[in-house]
């Protein structure tokens, strides 16, 4: 069994920065893990993603260029730099984990799933 629980989370300025944080329980070896966000009356949105060995990382246009995912396998965490955040990075989000050294979007293709942390941006 794994849990997954994010934090970091909070009420920033627009273009302030937060570092979200997403603890693992369990196993996490040859995970990939992602984060993924969803604003009020939205679908769930992917973030960023990073494989096991850190070798690769995706970002989803909105934030590329001002987020910086990492992970610390010793302590079993995943990162999620945040900078010059805006308005519409409003959302709550989600660390999530898939047994598969690959990389993906998807929502579906992720297994474990955290409760979530906001994030609320003001203008």
């Known amino acids: 069994q794994g849990t997954l629980v994010e934090s970091g989370g909070g009420l920033v300025q627009a273009g302030g920065s937060l570092r979200l944080s997403c603890a693992a329980s369990g196993r996490t070896v040859s995970t990939t893990m992602g984060w993924f966000r969803q604003a009020p009356g939205k679908g769930r949105e992917f973030v960023a993603a990073?494989?096991?060995?850190?070798?690769?990382?995706d970002y989803a246009d909105s934030v590329k260029g001002r987020s910086f995912i990492s992970r610390d396998n010793a302590k079993n965490t995943v990162y999620l730099q945040l900078n010059n955040l805006k308005p519409e990075d409003t959302a709550v989000y989600y660390c999530a984990a898939r047994r598969s050294p690959f990389i993906q979007s998807r929502v579906d293709a992720y297994e474990y799933w955290g409760q979530g942390t906001q994030v609320t941006v003001s203008s």
């Open positions: 990073i494989t096991w060995n850190a070798a690769r990382a």
